[in-house]
């Protein structure tokens, strides 16, 4: 069945830096727009960024500038490079794949928590 790890989080300060991984399991991504979600406590799951199949990115206006997705095909993993940390990028960092607007999948995986200090 599919399944998502994601994995990378951690405490960081304002400023800092965050590599996020996310490990894909029973379908290819390559066929897939591959997306990062992101949940922020007492807030509901929300967009972040997108990647299709070709490579082309769109990320939300909060991201624009400071997160970068990527995806390796043959590894069957998708990343999200998060730079320029804020203290309200602070949230439960999912992937899932990406199609009409939504999430692909109805499963999830477990997350990466991503805390950033003031």
């Known amino acids: 069945q599919v399944q998502f790890v994601e994995s990378g989080g951690g405490l960081v300060q304002a400023g800092g830096s965050l590599r996020l991984s996310c490990a894909a399991s029973?379908?290819?991504?390559?066929?897939?727009?591959m997306s990062w979600y992101r949940q922020a406590p007492g807030k509901q799951r929300e967009l972040v960024a997108f990647?299709?199949?070709?490579?082309?990115?769109t990320y939300v206006h909060s991201a624009k500038g400071r997160f970068s997705i990527s995806r390796d095909n043959a590894k069957n993993m998708v990343y999200l490079q998060m730079n320029s940390l804020k203290p309200e990028d602070t949230a439960v960092y999912y992937c899932?794949?990406?199609?009409?607007?939504?999430?692909?999948?109805?499963?999830w995986g477990q997350g990466t928590r991503v805390t950033v200090s003031s």
């Open positions: 899932n794949a990406y199609t009409l607007g939504r999430a692909r999948y109805a499963s």
């Open positions: 029973g379908f290819a991504i390559s066929s897939s727009t």
């Open positions: 990647i299709s199949t070709l490579g082309n990115t």
